[in-house]
């Protein structure tokens, strides 16, 4: 079964740092970009940015660039998103996706979720 | 960058269609990608290309994409559709190219 496993729910005060993980397991994890996407409570989807954890490009929107970092180690097929030091405006629910190439208009949709990780940000 | 505007709410009785609209400029020359989120759920990718469906998702979920408005529907409408849908687009010229309609609310009475 393709899936992806994301880390536990966190509860952190502001400026300290967090590093959240997506595992992904059942298909080639090095052949597929994943992407990150925020949601605030009771709000909609926000694209973060992507990796490509084969040689690890990376791009982020640019309304994240600078505020988070999104790295792989693709040894253990998993891709995480970190912060430095957090803000109460970090709180979130934050998603993992698998980016796939559609077979017929060969444009990027996100085919496989992670569960979501909660990060509060309270002090 | 590109925006996408959905309705807030739609609302639609059990067994009726319900129409749920993605606006953009010229959005008829993209290819639309709609994902289907319940309360407490990651989103499921429900319909991509416009019109195609995922493995596992049911006939009844359709889509078509012209001029500044892609459409999803939903025919014989269950309770169980009941959720949150947003559109979403790849804009690959642009520095964000993933792109989210703000979400539709599905209230089925």
């Known amino acids: 079964e393709v899936q992806l496993v994301q880390s536990g729910a966190e509860v952190k005060k502001p400026g300290e740092s967090l590093k959240i993980s997506c595992k992904g397991s059942g298909y080639s994890f090095t052949s597929y970009w994943i992407g990150w996407v925020r949601q605030m409570p009771g709000k909609g989807l926000e694209w973060m940015g992507i990796?490509?954890?084969?040689?690890?490009?990376?791009r982020y929107s640019p309304s994240f660039q600078g505020q988070v970092t999104i790295s792989a180690d693709k040894s253990i097929s998993t891709a995480y998103l970190q912060w430095s030091s957090l803000k109460a405006s970090d709180t979130a629910m934050y998603y993992c996706?698998?980016?796939?190439?559609?077979?017929?208009?060969?444009?990027?949709?996100?085919?496989?979720w992670g569960q979501g990780t909660m990060v509060t940000v309270s002090s | 960058s590109y925006v996408l505007t959905q309705p807030p709410s739609v609302s639609v009785a059990p067994g009726q269609t319900a129409r749920i609209t993605c606006g953009g400029n010229n959005i008829g020359s993209k290819s639309v990608h709609w994902y289907q989120q319940k309360p407490g759920q990651a989103p499921v990718l429900v319909v991509y290309?416009?019109?195609d469906r995922p493995s596992g998702i049911p006939e009844r979920f359709s889509g078509s994409n012209s001029g500044n408005t892609a459409t999803l529907t939903i025919s014989r409408v269950e309770a169980g559709d009941e959720a949150d849908y947003y559109c979403?687009?790849?804009?690959?010229?642009?520095?964000?190219?993933?792109?989210f309609g703000g979400g539709t609310k599905l209230t089925v009475l």
């Open positions: 979403q687009v790849w804009d690959s010229s642009s520095d964000h190219p993933a792109v």
């Open positions: 990796i490509y954890p084969g040689d690890s490009d990376t």
């Open positions: 290309d416009d019109s």
């Open positions: 996706a698998r980016q796939v190439r559609t077979a017929v208009a060969g444009t990027e949709a996100f085919d496989i």
